[in-house]
């Protein structure tokens, strides 16, 4: 069975520092999936990443994924308050998409 | 620009009522998901369909039915709501297998009194 954990689940951070979150699953899985939602609104992809060792970025943000180890990151990179949001991770196995419970992020001015 | 359209934003039910939540695509994806987001919990798959007529469980398919007799549409059925549906729930779709993500709807908040 396809389990998705993440890690931590909420996170409260200062402006101008750097952060990680973990995103861990339990079988292989051919795709691997990050997105964002702020408060009342739906869901926004951020990146998809499908390969070992890919690694994507965009702004503050960057994603990786190690298929060995069935990990992927989300890195945070010098905070700002506008990525105060809740990140979730998403993955993919045939046709099926599992996510994780989320990451709540605050960022602290 | 892609679009997933829920039916209403919110929805107050009473107990035992049959209620329906549909959600159209205009992108031609094959797959279609249902999931409820509850707070703690995330986002917990119902049910999917990544064909016309067909239809998988999730992880929670307890007390939901699903209904895709179009490819454009899926529809979540509630055959007799309970409190302990109410939820935030949200549709996607996405092409089958595809590297590119899911598309979401605006989510449809339903209570059941």
């Known amino acids: 069975e396809l389990k998705v954990e993440q890690n931590p689940l909420f996170l409260s951070m200062q402006e101008g520092k750097n952060y990680t979150i973990y995103c861990n699953y339990s079988?292989?899985?051919?795709?691997l999936y990050w997105y964002r939602q702020d408060p009342g609104k739906s869901l926004e992809s951020l990146f998809v990443?499908?390969?070992?060792?890919a690694v994507k970025q965009e702004g503050r943000l960057m994603a990786s994924l190690d298929t060995k180890a069935r990990l992927s990151t989300l890195h945070i990179t010098a905070a700002v308050h506008d990525l105060s949001a809740t990140y979730f991770c998403?993955?993919?196995?045939?046709?099926?998409?599992?996510f994780g419970k989320g990451t709540r992020l605050h960022i602290l001015p | 620009d892609v679009k997933v359209t829920q039916s209403s934003r919110y929805l107050v039910k009473r107990t035992g009522e049959k209620v329906f939540l549909e959600c159209v695509q205009d992108m031609d994806h094959e797959n279609m998901f249902w999931y409820r987001q509850d707070p703690g919990l995330g986002l917990r798959l119902i049910y999917f369909s990544y064909d016309v007529k067909m239809k998988e469980k999730g992880d929670i398919p307890e007390g939901y039915s699903v209904s895709r007799e179009k490819k454009e549409r899926f529809s979540l059925i509630l055959e007799s709501a309970s409190t302990n549906q109410t939820s935030m729930y949200l549709c996607?779709?996405?092409?089958?297998?595809?590297?590119?993500?899911?598309?979401f709807g605006d989510g449809t908040r339903l209570s059941i009194l």
């Open positions: 079988t292989t899985s051919d795709r």
């Open positions: 990443l499908l390969s070992n060792g």
């Open positions: 996607a779709s996405s092409f089958s297998n595809s590297n590119q993500p899911q598309h």
């Open positions: 998403a993955v993919g196995k045939d046709d099926k998409i599992i």
